[in-house]
């Protein structure tokens, strides 16, 4: 399964680091018609282990007096590398050669400003990354990680407001049309203040806006705005403006982590360990001698000043801000030492790859930044390029540049077609159709969804007899965080709902015992006991259609069963690639996400303001689950279809923000 899943979209991550031995790279060389003694020196003194490598070439390391013998054709470029110092070369012109490398100064500069990416598709200047790296900023530019500090829905929940709204609407929706500051701008704006949000939330003697004035700004800015030029960490993401803004998780902000701490707070606050150059500088046209930080010992163009770093190989640079563990976030409030002894873990991306079949061989890197199969290497060199040169570099074997894409679930890559298997099986039985359907995480390294934890998968089954729909009897449901627009007991009675608007469903289950299932981390480890992972089995009872409302009050099409639990919702039939989200609790089905609950207990609230993960039944790795769904069948051989939908935010949330909640089709299965 492993391999399988590595072909489709998965392929090995870059080559391993270089070994003591000199390595063919099986690139056209110049034949070996003599050696070089290349002696390295580190401020003065030989070096040990220092890579030494000819361009395009075989490579090897120093010994203790800091020389190494290479294989070598004449003219060609001679690198040498340290972890300590930028790289360098020269060129052969003898039997021997020496490169004198100079440890670069380790104190972060606040006065560094950050390099701009350049305009996808110009070349722009050596100013700007795009000059050589002009696909990487392509791919880059259509990637999430440019919108992660202009994303209006980050913005929205980092200041409680809802950018999408004007001030009519804004009030109809019990909103606040209030002066506050402009995302990107710094500037005062009037802006709708409408549900909860980290500045409110995190400050409870402020009252919105609390743009400028609230004291806890939530770390939202060391990952979603780690560009803003200054000091590092702490930053509020309302001082994002400009470059910071527009190019959120840019080139140079990645390019200057010079280490990775995962006991760190998230972000350029620590796990990141951002490095900006102070020295002065050699070149014309900088305000500062380089400094880059990348995976390959041997780049040295002197205007990237380039630094190999292994973590740029693994997953955890990914992890600096893909893995979040947190207390208690509202003041007063606090975790259950119990249940969370080492902290609630909302985001836990890297964990549950760490824990999975893929670790460490497959990192993110290898999905999510698939191999460069148009160029030859990262200065868009063709594939019959052989040019050999530090400035443009040479062509290197196939895997060992990587695209920029980071597709996901926001992205229009096939990751998410890959990552999920439906398989179906029927029969009917005395005018029963029994379905089963497994769904199965066959090519996610991690959990499947993963990340935001406002992020839903679900699954949706219908069955058809000659194109008519069947009336579901029983079997598995769409839990509430597949989306209700209200719910109510038995004991609260079915015949008033507020808000109820002609064409909606009512849908009635009954509640039985908790359900086992397996989910990530302690809730599939054994850390938690069925009783404490917050599901309960819920099975389709019946359902009916609000046709007539007055007041509160509803007339149904049918009269509902009894059952022990409600919910009215509006999704009916199958959803569609790419249409708004639907509420579809209680329809034949399922769902799958990491449900947060606040002090409070509302469900599925933003991270900051939760206490406690009631639930968590996302599918690990490889792992599988099976729901079973009947209905009345009038004929004998009905079809039956199933489409499993990966939903970004709440669908309660979505609406009331109006943010653009789309349902993406994953993967459908029909039988």
């Known amino acids: 399964m492993l391999g399988w899943t590595l072909l489709l979209g998965c392929p090995a991550p870059t080559p391993p680091a270089p070994t003591e031995e000199p390595v063919d790279t099986g690139l056209p060389t110049a034949p070996p018609a003599e050696t070089v003694d290349v002696e390295v020196t580190l401020d003065g003194e030989p070096v040990d282990g220092a890579w030494v490598g000819v361009g395009g070439g075989t490579h090897a390391h120093t010994g ?10 004449g003219g060609i470029r001679l690198i040498a590398s340290h972890p300590e110092a930028r790289t360098l070369s020269t060129r052969a012109a003898g039997a021997t050669a020496r ?6 100064d380790r104190t972060d500069n606040e006065a560094y400003v950050f390099q701009d990416p350049g305009i996808p598709g110009e070349a722009g200047t050596t100013a700007q990354c795009g000059h050589c790296h002009g696909s990487m900023v392509v791919d880059w530019a259509g990637s999430p990680h440019r919108d992660a500090a202009s994303n209006p829905v980050v913005h929205d929940v980092f200041a409680g407001t809802s950018q999408l709204h004007d001030e009519a609407s804004c009030t109809a929706a019990s909103g606040a049309w209030l002066e506050g500051v402009g ?20 400050d409870p003697t402020c009252a919105p806006p609390c743009d400028t004035t609230a004291s806890d700004t939530g770390g939202c800015a060391d990952c979603h705005a780690p560009g803003i030029d200054g000091p590092l960490g702490g930053r509020s993401l309302l001082e994002a403006t400009g470059l910071a803004f527009t190019e959120g998780v840019h080139c140079d902000v990645c390019h200057k982590s010079e280490r990775v701490d995962l006991t760190a707070p998230p972000g350029v606050a620590g796990a990141l360990g951002i490095l900006r150059p102070s020295e002065e500088p050699t070149i014309t046209g900088v305000d500062w001698q380089p400094l880059t930080f990348g995976p390959l010992p041997d780049v040295p163009n002197p205007r990237m000043g380039a630094v190999p770093r292994d973590h740029f190989r693994t997953a955890e640079l990914c992890a600096a801000c893909h893995e979040l563990t947190q207390g208690a976030r ?11 002894p080492d902290g609630l873990p909302v985001l836990s991306t890297y964990s549950e790859w760490s824990e999975g079949p893929y670790a460490p061989q497959s990192p993110c890197q290898s999905c999510h930044m698939p191999p460069e199969t148009r160029f030859r290497n990262a200065a868009d060199l063709d594939a019959d390029a052989v040019l050999i040169d530090a400035a443009t570099g040479w062509p290197r074997a196939p895997g060992a540049t990587r695209r920029h894409l980071w597709d996901g679930p926001r992205g229009d890559g096939p990751l998410l077609g890959l990552a999920a298997a439906l398989d179906l099986d029927t ?10 359907v497994t769904t199965t995480n066959v090519g996610a390294g991690h959990a499947l969804p993963t990340g935001e934890p406002m992020r839903a998968v679900l699954l949706v089954v219908e069955a058809r007899c000659d194109g008519t729909p069947l009336v579901p009897t029983g079997g598995d449901v769409v839990p509430a965080f597949g989306g209700a627009l209200d719910a109510r007991t038995a004991a609260e009675g079915w015949s008033t709902w507020p808000g109820a608007r002609v064409g909606d469903r009512i849908r009635v289950v009954e509640v039985g015992g908790p359900r086992d299932y397996p989910g990530p981390l302690q809730f599939g480890d054994g850390g938690f006991p ?12 019946g359902g009916s259609t609000v046709t007539a409302v007055d007041g509160d009050t509803v007339t149904l099409d049918v009269p509902l069963p009894a059952g022990d639990l409600a919910w009215r919702v509006d999704g009916e039939g199958l959803p569609e690639d790419g249409e708004p989200s639907r509420a579809w609790a209680g329809a034949p089905g399922f769902a799958f996400a990491r449900v947060l609950a606040d002090a409070d207990g509302a469900r599925q609230v933003q991270h900051h303001r939760a206490v406690d993960i009631v639930s968590d ?11 079973t769904h009947t209905f009345a069948s009038t004929c004998p051989d009905p079809t039956v279809t199933a489409r499993l939908m990966h939903r970004p935010y709440p669908v309660e949330e979505a609406r ?16």
């Open 330 to 340: 509202i003041p007063g409030q606090a975790l259950d030492g119990a249940r969370w």
């Open 64 to 73: 203790p007096d800091g020389h190494a013998i290479l294989p070598l054709g």
């Open 530 to 541: 069925v009783g404490a992972k917050g599901l309960s089995v819920e099975t389709y009872v």
């Open 656 to 671: 009331l923000r109006r943010w653009d909640g789309r349902d993406r089709l994953m993967v459908e299965g029909s039988r």
């Open 427 to 436: 029969s009917v039985v005395d005018d029963v159709l029994t379905v089963e």
């Open 99 to 104: 490169i004198d490398l100079v440890r670069f």
């Open 617 to 627: 039944n996302r599918l690990p790795p490889l792992a599988s689950f099976t729901t």
């Open 183 to 202: 995302p990107g701008t710094g500037a005062p704006a009037s802006r709708c203040y409408l549900g909860s949000g980290v500045l409110p939330d995190l």
